[in-house]
C-alpha cells in the first residue's frame, strides 16, 4: 500500500490541514504540467477524467482528511472534457522565449 498523503499538515503541524493542498491560479495552466500536488498526472485530459471519477485514489496513494464534498463522479464525455480543456488552454498565453543569462566569471 502507497504512503499517506498528509498534505498541508507537513508544513503545518496542524491537524486541520491532513489532505489540504494548496491549489495554484489556472493562468497558463496547459504549460504547467505535470499536475496534482506530486506531478502524477501528465495531461489535463488524464486529469478531467480522474476529477469526474471523484478523485479514486491511484498507484496505492492514501490520502488523510477528509475529501472535498464538491468533489464527486460527474461522468464527463469526452465531448464534455475537450470543451473544458478548449476554455484551459484559452487562459494560456504563448510561452515567451526566456534565454539563459551568461553569468560574470
Do not use: C, W
Not at 16 to 32: E, I, Q, Y
Not at 86 to 102: C, G, I, K, M, Y
Amino acid at each position: 500500500m502507497g504512503k499517506i498523503d498528509e498534505g498541508r499538515f507537513i508544513a503545518t503541524g496542524l491537524e486541520a490541514d491532513k489532505g489540504k493542498f494548496r491549489t495554484p491560479g489556472l493562468r497558463n495552466v496547459s504549460h504547467t504540467y505535470p499536475y496534482l500536488h506530486n506531478g502524477s498526472i501528465g495531461t489535463l485530459d488524464e486529469l478531467l477524467v480522474l476529477l469526474s471519477q471523484g478523485m479514486p485514489q491511484i498507484n496505492g496513494q492514501q490520502v488523510t482528511g477528509s475529501m472535498s464534498v464538491h468533489i464527486r463522479n460527474l461522468r464527463l464525455s469526452k465531448s464534455e472534457r475537450e470543451a473544458i480543456i478548449s476554455f484551459l488552454n484559452a487562459l494560456s498565453s504563448d510561452q515567451p522565449a526566456v534565454e539563459r543569462p551568461t553569468l560574470p566569471l
